[in-house]
């Protein structure tokens, strides 16, 4: 029935128009969250249409909330963000048979094992997608989630419903609450397609598949992600409300057997010959297989080392990525350009002929410093070859000094900053050039902006490194504080962001929401984000579990000021913090204009309290520990890395606030110490019960 529109009151359009919107909602319900649709494709095309129709007749009814403007999912000014119940990780690399041995070696060390047990690994395939991790309840698919930073990812749910190889349901004989974390990848041939699809449309095509997957997923609209034809495998487990396996391959094997897809092929190896012919063997296969590999994964294969294994900042222990050899091309190195970085570092940039390489178009490389371009003997004009491996900055590998016409050039390191003209030197010892003009160098502030919107940092949607490059031009920040003010500071500017080019009060609102979302910041994060050199979101995780609150911090490295101080002791026996960071952390501290940053963004902030993740009740959380004589069932560092891991901050000598001294065979100074100062002793037994889980 064709229904003629103008015959229709504005009334009975608006009756019309809410049946049919409703009738959309519960089958897009149906669709993406229940996974029972009702209805053909087609016949649901048909009503989307017929809804459209209405709307060009009657404009006033296309509001926001209306199934044309959201489709599918609810609206939505992006991905929500979800915080992960387990860390995802990501993975540490070798490149040569010997750094296999090596890890091996590491494990071994690790478990105390001797040289003669057996350590197994499993082996498969490393698919160069982007993970994924997948949340059942009660065997029902509730959460798909990106992995984001690590801690927090993105809410994907809806269009990972639309992906085939995930399972919407379990069997009864899975657990109650089950992560299964993996790969979201796409096929060669569908990549292919899909670019053509693009190009048809006169789009950019993706760079590769991997861009191509991660594009698809991050579409608002899910309908787009089921066209894509996206693939999943399962690699490891998140958190599960129950044990269901005793090793990887078991894992392997239960997750094939409740429906998802495990890269293929696989092998348990127990040698570093089996695991090299498995490496070798898979390396042969690369070309022909259907999808694109970077590596293959080794991992422990029983899980209850790999519990004791634990993890290193971002990486498990338990597991390695061995990659293949970085892609090679060759072409002209046409300039070499100098950027400075956000701690006044002087980076040389080799500018390239555009050349691809493993399927990506390259036109610039990484020089490194002064010594590199001398070592490697690079000229402007050579032919060079390039590399790219994985996500890592194209490297010039070296110079086919055959090609030389005559007519290349030495470069000649600057002395002065290209950017704001200061000195830059080069200290005794050290192989960077660094400009000396600190904040009034234009090129640090603006470096540093994009550091402190950065991922790891505030992390704010919409203020990427290209808008705040913008916003800095046209002068709406020069330091962090005056992001939080830019709501404010835009309402008195001609013309407002909303009336530039590209921008519009939607996404000029969208900004300024996600701005406001992140005044209430962790205090780890926060940290990060004052971009001090050598701070890293490690170290800044453990400064903030250490001290607490910015107070507490700005007190303790103002007294360690005083080198001679306890201050300066507690700082330097925080893990990974030696003299170098301690340094860099007090160079921080003593400087006005670093003190003046500060003040500005404590006034727009509410600093969140740090609470080290994953410690739960433990009765070791928050106290200090020290490690005393030989210990005979767990090794040293396993037992630090648990105690760690259960929150306690393990600490190299004894003082008033050691809270237990673990006391192995033969202790000495320390247990002396400790009773001298009334500290409680424990046995080796006795901390092992104390940290056992329930
Ligand atoms: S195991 C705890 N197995 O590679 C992390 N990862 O570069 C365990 N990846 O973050 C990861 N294929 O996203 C594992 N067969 C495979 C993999 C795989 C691809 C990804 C994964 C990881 C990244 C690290």
């Known amino acids: 029935m064709t229904i ?22 519960r089958h897009d319900a149906l669709y993406y969250q229940k996974d029972t649709p009702e209805l053909s494709d087609a016949a649901y095309d048909k009503m989307r249409r017929d809804l459209e129709a209405l709307e060009a007749d009657y404009p006033e009814l296309a509001k926001s909330d209306s199934p044309t403007q959201t489709v599918g999912v609810a609206p939505s000014s992006g991905f929500k963000k979800v915080k992960h119940a387990v860390p995802m990780l990501s993975l540490s690399n070798v490149f040569a048979a010997e750094e296999v041995g090596d890890f091996i070696d590491r494990v071994r060390r690790f478990l105390g094992l001797p040289d003669d047990e057996l350590v197994e690994m499993a082996a498969e395939p490393k698919i160069d997608g982007l993970s994924c991790s997948l949340r059942y309840e009660n065997r029902e698919l509730r959460l798909a989630a990106t992995r984001g930073d690590g801690t927090e990812g993105e809410d994907i749910t809806n269009n990972v419903r639309t992906m085939e190889d995930v399972p919407k349901t379990l069997p009864a004989e899975a657990p109650d609450v089950l992560e299964v974390r993996g790969e979201i990848y796409m096929r060669r041939d569908d990549f292919a397609q899909l670019n053509e699809r693009q190009e048809a449309a006169g789009k950019p095509p993706f760079a590769n598949p991997r861009n191509a997957a ?42 094939k057997a409740w429906g998802f897809a ?33 590596g293959v994964v080794y991992k422990v294969n029983r899980l209850d080392w790999q519990e004791r294994l634990g993890f290193v900042s971002r990486a498990p222990r338990w597991a390695t990525a061995h990659k293949f050899p970085a892609e090679q091309a060759v072409t002209v190195l046409n300039d070499i350009e100098i950027q400075v ?19 990506v178009v390259v036109s610039n490389a990484t020089l490194h410093n002064q010594d590199e371009i001398e070592r490697k003997g690079v000229k402007i004009g050579d032919h060079v070859v390039v590399q790219r ?25 600057p002395d002065k900053c290209p950017e704001c003209g200061s000195l830059a030197i080069r200290e005794e010892g050290e192989v960077v050039r660094r400009c000396t003009g600190g904040l009034v160098c234009p090129a640090q502030r603006v470096e ?3 550091h402190f919107v950065s991922r790891g940092a505030f992390d704010i949607e919409g203020l990427g490194e290209k808008v705040i490059a913008l916003f800095w031009e046209k002068k709406l920040v020069d330091m962090p504080a005056d992001i939080f003010r830019l709501a404010e500071k835009n309402k008195k500017r001609e013309p407002p962001l909303q009336d530039w080019e590209g ?67 507690e700082l330097l026996a925080i893990e990974d913090i030696g003299p170098g960071v301690a340094d860099e952390l007090l160079g921080f501290f003593a400087e006005d204009h670093n003190l003046a940053v500060l003040a500005a963004l404590e006034a727009e902030l509410t600093i969140a309290f740090y609470e080290a993740p994953q410690v739960g009740d433990s009765p070791v959380a928050g106290k200090t520990v020290v490690f005393t004589g030989s210990l005979t069932s767990i090794t040293r560092s396993e037992a630090k890395a648990r105690a760690e891991s259960l929150g306690a901050k393990v600490a190299g000598s004894v003082s008033k606030k050691t809270d237990y001294v673990v006391a192995g065979g033969d202790a000495g100074s320390k247990l002396k110490k400790a009773q001298d100062l009334g500290v409680t002793i424990l046995s080796e037994q006795e901390w092992l019960t104390l940290v056992a889980t329930p």
């Open 262 to 294: 495990e890269a293929e092929p696989a092998r348990l190896c127990g040698t570093v010959e089996e695991i090299m012919d498995f490496y070798d063997s898979i390396s042969t296969q690369r070309p022909g297989l259907d999808y694109e590999i970077d």
């Open 448 to 450: 540093r902006l994009k």
């Open 4 to 25: 003629s529109l103008f015959d229709m009151s504005l009334e009975d359009a608006r009756a019309r128009h809410k049946n049919l919107a409703d009738e959309i909602r």
């Open 214 to 255: 991660a594009g698809s997923v991050r579409q608002l609209n899910a309908e787009i992600t089921k066209k894509r034809s996206l693939h999943f495998f399962g690699y490891a487990l998140g958190e599960i409300s129950q044990d269901f396996a005793e090793t990887q391959w078991d894992i392997r094997e239960k997750l």
């Open 503 to 569: 921008w519009g009060q939607k996404s000029a609102d969208k900004l300024f929401q996600s701005i406001e979302d992140r005044r209430a910041i962790s205090f780890d994060r926060f940290i990060y984000a004052l971009g001090i050199r050598q701070v890293g979101q490690a170290t800044a995780k453990r400064l903030a579990a250490t001290y607490g609150t910015l107070e507490d911090l700005k007190a303790a490295l103002t007294k360690a000021q005083d080198r001679e101080s306890e201050s300066f002791a």
């Open 389 to 413: 491996a994985g996500d890592v900055i194209p490297q010039i590998v070296r110079v086919l000094e055959g090609k030389r016409t005559g007519r290349e050039s030495i470069f000649i390191f």
């Open 341 to 359: 970085g956000r701690t006044g570092a002087l980076t040389p940039v080799a500018r390239l002929e555009p050349i691809t390489v493993g399927g």
